[in-house]
């Protein structure tokens, strides 16, 4: 297994978690698992040095707040494993400029920096993130569906060094939950929770004050209806909150109508606002106690690079040899 996640927010979002780091933590008991802070990845935007440090930290902090054990997965920054960008290079020279140019996140991405404020790296970014899954041959990768195209790419990319040269890379799938695959914005539910598209209203971020979050979901955008029941088109305000409760709550969406039967909107969403509550009171103590311990988080972090590095330069040297690089002496 192996998953990013960027630290450009400093607090993770409602989609983020549901959508990736609980599936991350649930999968780190049974499987080899690399989950890692993807800094490189978050400098395609332009970032305050000072800020994107202070986040990567946070970041971390949230994912052993959110359950990761670093006994049982490699938790690392990926900036401290240079692999990633060496490979990366590789990478970029497999890859044809036409099919990075169809990769939907950077349409949207670069649409909203405009053609200046477009960096190179921001159109590389996908290659980066081939080069993250193949250095630890990963066979899935849990993501949210805005990632599906990504994990498509890196598959055809596998694919294509092992037949050029010779087999060196698992091929891997994209591990995606159907359930929680893309949790909509509360206030506009055509759109998935962003950090960049999201309004303020629509947007739980995991480290805001819980009574705030509570109040969001208090005021979620609904439909002119009155009875609970899922229907993704004709109510996607509600089928997004039924989602979110039953990832919560583990109810079934079947049980949940059953259980919203005869009652209004307003009693799903005061449940989900009492249920949220009740689970990121802890998360965000434990998020506290990382992050009021910088030395441990740090140590935490350096094992788990060297834990990385040792997979990742292992790949490497195959790779260095196979397209025929002359080892150092
Ligand atoms: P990032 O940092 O944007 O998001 C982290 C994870 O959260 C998921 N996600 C969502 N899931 C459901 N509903 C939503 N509204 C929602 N919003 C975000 C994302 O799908 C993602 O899984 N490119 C990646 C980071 C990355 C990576 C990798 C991932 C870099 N290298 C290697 C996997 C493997 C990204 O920007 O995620």
Redesign the pocket.
């Known amino acids: 297994m192996?998953?990013?996640?960027?630290p450009?927010s400093g607090s993770f979002?409602l989609?983020?978690y549901?959508?990736?780091?609980r599936q991350w933590v649930d999968l780190q008991e049974a499987n080899d698992a690399f989950y890692?802070v993807?800094d490189l990845?978050a400098i395609t935007v332009p970032q305050d040095p000072a800020t994107l440090r202070e986040n990567t930290r946070i970041s971390a902090a949230q994912l052993l707040g959110a359950g990761l054990d670093p006994e049982r997965c490699t938790l690392f920054v990926q900036s401290h494993v240079p692999e990633h960008a060496q490979l990366g290079w590789v990478m970029n020279c497999l890859t044809g400029f036409g099919e990075a140019s169809r990769m939907t996140q950077f349409k949207d991405k670069s649409s909203k920096q405009g053609a200046e404020g477009t960096t190179v790296g921001l159109f590389t970014?996908p290659i980066?993130?081939i080069a993250?899954?193949l250095l630890y041959q990963a066979d899935a990768?849990?993501?949210?569906?805005?990632?599906r195209q990504?994990?498509e790419l890196t598959r055809d990319l596998a694919e294509r060094f092992n037949s050029r040269y010779a087999p060196t890379f698992t091929v891997p799938k994209p591990y995606i939950l159907k359930e929680?695959?893309?949790?909509?914005d509360l206030q506009d539910p055509a759109i998935?929770?962003?950090k960049s598209a999201s309004s303020p209203k629509g947007l739980i971020s995991l480290l805001d004050e819980p009574k705030a979050s509570a109040k969001k979901f208090k005021s979620a955008v609904t439909d002119t209806g009155t009875v609970v029941s899922y229907d993704e088109q004709e109510k996607a305000g509600v089928s997004n909150l039924l989602r979110i409760h039953s990832a919560l709550s583990g109810q079934s969406i079947e049980q949940l109508v059953a259980h919203f039967e005869g009652k209004m909107y307003g009693a799903l969403k005061t449940e989900l606002a009492e249920l949220f509550t009740e689970w990121v009171e802890p998360f965000q103590a434990r998020t506290r106690e990382f992050l009021d311990d910088p030395a441990e988080l740090d140590r935490v972090l350096g094992l788990g690079a060297d834990k990385a590095r040792a997979v990742a330069s292992e790949t490497l040297a195959t790779v260095y040899d196979r397209i025929g690089f002359l080892p150092p002496k």
């Open positions: 192996l998953s990013g996640i960027q450009t979002h989609g983020n549901l959508g990736a780091v890692m993807v990845h970014y980066l993130q993250d899954i990768v849990p993501v949210g569906e805005d990632q990504h994990v929680t695959a893309k949790i909509q998935k929770m962003s």
